[in-house]
């Protein structure tokens, strides 16, 4: 039943028939990765970004902090918090054109998936989620492409969810 809610959910997402109908350009995309996540980790370290660590005539502690390079990996944390919040899948179609990724109303059963997830002690999936995160943020495109990995996660911990409640009825 669980491999069959998968996939019911698989074809009910926009996310999935992106995917399917763009092969060709999600190969030629994961093909280039080795390309973005030099360009990337360059992007991160560019002098832009460093130019007020150097420069530092202030020293009170507020601009220590905030100009040092403890503000420069605050500002790489939320970046990466943005790619791994599912406001990304669920909402946010500005990212993947006028669609989300997820359809909205699978939200709840996000939620309920999380719960169970936890309440199981079941981490897998999150530290799965984090690490398919990471690869999206060191690609430096926040695209279908390279966040489908995270995408079938979030689709796992629905699915969680929809099971919760068809055991409920039962």
Known sequence: MKGLRNKLLLLISPGFWFMLLNTKTAVGEWMKTPLYISSKIESIFAVYNLRFVFDLKDTSIFSRLY???LGL????MSEILNLISPKTFFVDSMVF???EMIPFFLF???FIGVYILVKTNHFVPFLVLVFTTLFAYLSGQRSVYFLFPS????IYIVSFGLGYLFNEKK
């Open 108 to 110: 709840p059963l996000w």
């Open 67 to 69: 100009f040092g390079k």
């Open 97 to 99: 054109g006028k669609w």
């Open 73 to 76: 990996v605050f500002n790489n």
């Open 151 to 154: 995408y079938l996660v979030n």
